[in-house]
């Protein structure tokens, strides 16, 4: 077959220009939208309706008319994780700055793998990495990558967390290996354990909801228990509630039994930088390894995970894969791969992002904007406190805020979250709180205003 004949994919020729300019200005309009709708999800029917799986066909489309397509069927069937309404689940918040940087990462194809191939992206990743690890405290050897996703970066962590284990107990290592972990633990934790084949200890959190030092050592204390040990996990945020655990506490007694000491801080590790919030945060500089996603509360763009160890050199003897067509990158120890410090091979340069945004708008910037959503939080949780047909949970520690309704059964918080949608006033599910449903509101883009909040209180009488 002759190049002429597969066509110009790989040309910037004029349909190529004329596409290029299509779809810019979509993206400019869409960074432009001021709100963004919250839009709602169709049933499966109606989107193969609107659009046919005849579109991958043998000889293609019009872009435009693709493009179209995705602009008028496609996107508005997506709920806008960055819309201000958006307070479901983890939201996501994304600068302008962030965007647009990934789009430059996409149509640079920075890969991210190794020194050999990308030393200038890397060496701006590990710029925010290092910013991430000073703010935690952890000395400037620290190091690691940026994943996927939290769940990513806890299995990463963990595999060597065990095999750094299993390493220093040589032949009298325990039958079976267990991670300590709370019961407020991310449902990623439990999913690492089994794919890693490790079994929980989970470790009742005190009355108020806080896993400590004193509760794992107790659970330690128990025959044989500490030495089956290969990591004692805290969260520095639930997802569920933003409970952040007793890090100074519990990094204490992982230290004290030589145990790895990993902190999940996926939600709250942006509170690092919150003057009004670091505080809570306390301990983390004892764990050696941690974990927080600038793609929830950094204000990145979908999918970036900061995954960061105190000794990276641990991680990079249990991730380095070793290939002969990979050895030429493992020629220097000066040379950083970031694909050592995790179970991936590939990887774009997601970090980027958040280089590009940080280097220009300046951290002061994002703590600022990160004390917003953290004022806002604690609003709204005076709003429902002085409510008189509400009632407050807990006191909000971060961002997150449960609240109920009293009278109201599951089906009641159900009905209310579809019309809140449907009205597309907000985009608020329930949740569980000890077995009881409850309402949750998880702020975190600087953008949601307490009138917000206010028009989903009035939903509620
Ligand atoms: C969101 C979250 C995760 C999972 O992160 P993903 O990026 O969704 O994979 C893990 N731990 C905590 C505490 C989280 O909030």
């Known amino acids: 077959m002759h190049l002429d004949s ?42 193969a309706a609107r659009v046919p799986d005849s579109i991958i066909n043998e000889l293609g489309n019009d872009a435009d008319h693709v493009l179209t397509l995705f602009a008028e069927a496609l996107a508005p069937a997506v709920i806008s994780c960055d819309s201000p309404r958006f307070l479901a689940f983890i939201p996501t918040a994304p600068t302008k700055a962030s965007l647009l940087f990934d789009m430059v990462v996409s149509c640079s194809s920075l890969s991210g793998i190794s020194w050999l191939e990308a030393a200038g992206a890397v060496h701006a990743e590990n710029q925010v990495l290092r910013f991430l690890a000073r703010l935690a405290g952890l000395p400037q050897s620290a190091g690691g990558c940026f994943v996927s996703g939290g769940s990513a970066a806890n299995l990463s962590a963990l595999v060597v967390a065990r095999d750094t284990a299993r390493q220093r107990a040589g032949a009298g290592g325990p039958h079976r290996w267990q991670l300590a972990v709370s019961e407020q633990a991310h449902s990623s934790i439990a999913s690492t354990a089994r794919i890693i084949d490790v079994d929980l200890l989970v470790v009742p959190t005190r009355s108020d909801d806080h896993l400590t030092g004193d509760a794992v050592a107790t659970a330690l204390s128990a025959e044989g228990q500490a030495e089956s040990i290969c990591a004692i996990v805290a969260t520095g945020g639930t997802t569920n509630a933003g409970i952040v655990d007793d890090l100074a506490g519990v990094g204490a007694v992982a230290r004290d039994r030589g145990i790895w000491f990993h902190a999940d801080c996926a939600y709250g590790g942006a509170a690092l930088l919150a003057p009004s919030a670091r505080d809570r945060l306390a301990g983390i500089e004892l764990v050696d390894s941690f974990v927080v996603d600038p793609h929830k509360w950094l204000f990145a763009p979908f999918d970036c995970a900061a995954l ?74 005076a709003r429902i406190e002085a409510h008189p047909t509400l009632e407050l949970v807990r006191e909000p520690e971060l961002s997150i805020v449960l609240f109920r309704r009293p009278g109201w059964t599951p089906a009641d918080y159900d009905r209310w979250s579809h019309e809140l949608l449907a009205a597309q006033i907000a985009f608020v599910t329930p949740t569980k709180w000890k077995g009881e449903t409850v309402a949750r509101l998880a702020f975190l883009h600087p953008e949601t205003t307490l009138d917000i909040v206010d028009e989903i209180l009035a939903t509620m009488t």
């Open 308 to 381: 960061v160890y105190r000794e990276p050199e641990l991680a990079r003897r249990v991730h380095t894969q070793d290939a002969s067509y990979l050895d030429v990158i493992h020629t220097s120890e000066t040379e950083w791969n970031p694909t050592d410090y995790a179970y991936h091979l590939t990887r774009r340069a997601r970090g980027l992002p958040l280089w590009f945004s940080l280097a220009v708008h300046g951290w002061g910037a994002y703590r600022d904007a990160i004390e917003v959503v953290l004022d806002v939080a604690r609003a709204a949780a």
């Open 6 to 47: 597969v066509g110009p994919m790989h040309r910037f020729d004029a349909a190529t220009a004329a596409m290029a300019q299509q779809v810019l200005d979509y993206t400019y309009e869409r960074l432009r939208l001021d709100p963004v709708p919250l839009d709602r999800g169709l049933a499966p029917t109606e989107l």
